[in-house]
């Protein structure tokens, strides 16, 4: 087990943990911007509390911030600023630096990366979600998974270069943003923190607190909201800044999810008409939007707001085709479906084959659910379905880039932050009564004992083995 995987598997992240992991000599810190802070002259306005609820209530989604276990404002959707006191910038004497920090998921850089990268994104309890009784188990549950579904992974990034692009177009997206932002007279420091991969986010808060950042706007690289992304990072966040003076008192606007914003659909139907001029018959062309899924439990039982976000984002993005007189027909699918589970329907290599059988010739992949390149696109959807597809019947197929760096996408996310700012406040949050209630011994001895019984009778039944040998192997 190397350092980082070390680090992830202390079940409390703590900031003197990631000082061990930037001392461990990775890389981490290069995506920090860290340039001198740069300063702001006027006065913000710090907002108040209502701002959170009119970003709940503005789409329908209260009922999952309800189940923030922290009992914390979490809106899924729209701006969302901390429910609690709001508090003034730390002096009104001091002049402002403003910090943007991007969220994003990170990506093996080797293939020696793979299994350890695997491991983080199986450990977090946001991406399997245990029972109460069974979190105990996350972690050995998470080294068995990432094992067994390295060699596959493997394969993957293999067939795309050995490693993910994710980093690197990141700390481009990162550049880019931070130029716009100057050239509307916002001098900003905007830093990368990944989830599951250097840089940890962990590495870019230390960074932010080093660089004395003084107000802060968090934007998570993930157009639309779930649980298992943008939910899971937001939480790490919280975990490091409740457990810090100077962070817990920072003002902090979180973008939860931006996926409406004009200058993000224009910037999509950009590409998608851009793409269909390359047909040789664009109106004939099937517009086929293919999104990351998620478990079907995450919608169903946990109110991930994700499916209705994407399905809104889809009417949306056509929406704006139809008014450019595009008229194409068009078709959602969900994409990479890992382990035993139910994910969101329809799966996107059934519906290819369908599709395929139904007649369809001509047929345009437009990856949704992401802005950079990476391994679901390039290998995935570039690879194994383009075959998939050509083998059911379809004769013509192209795929719409990613936005990347595209200059109208960088600029609304721009627009994004500077509407963000002004919204933020602190972030500060008490120990919740039920992470108390955790350290009793005699109730953690008590689940620990029923929990192996339990685990024991589940994961070893031959079902489940040969559920997990089926898809993850
Ligand atoms: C909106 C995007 C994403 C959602 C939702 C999401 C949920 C989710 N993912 C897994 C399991 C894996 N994801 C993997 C890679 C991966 N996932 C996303 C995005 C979303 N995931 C991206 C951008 C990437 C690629 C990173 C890169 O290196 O380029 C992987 C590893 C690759 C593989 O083996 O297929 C796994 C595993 C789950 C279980 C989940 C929801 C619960
Ligand atoms: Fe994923």
Redesign the pocket.
Known sequence: MDAATCSRVLPQINLSHSDRRLSAGRSGSASCRSSEGLKISKQLTVSCSVASDKGNDMFGLSHYSKKNPAGEVLCPAGVCTYGGTAVESHSHAEEEKVGVLLLN????ETLNDVQP??FN??ADP???RLPRLFRFLQQPLAKLISVL?AP??KE??AAIGGG???RKITDEQANELKKTLESKDLPVNVYVGMRYWYPFTEEAVQQIKKDRITRLVVLPL?P?F?I??TGSSVSVLQDIFRKDAYLSRMPVSIINSWYQREGYLKSMADLISKELESFSEPAEVMIFFS?????LS?VEDAGDP?KDQMEECIFLIMKELKSRGINNEHTLAYQ?R??PVQWLKPYTDEVLVELGQKGVKSLLAVPV??V?E???TLE?IDMEYRELALESGIENWGRVPALGCTPSFITDLADAVIEALPLATAMSTPQTTSEVVDHDPLRYVIKIFFGSFLAFVLFFSPKMIMAFRNHLI
């Open positions: 998921l990170g990506g093996p990268f695997l994104l199986f946001d991406i399997i579904r596959k992974s993957g990034y993910s692009p994710l993930y639309q779930s298992s992304t999104a990351h899924g998620v478990p995450y994700y990479s890992v382990g659910s992401f950079s990476h391994i679901e995935e």
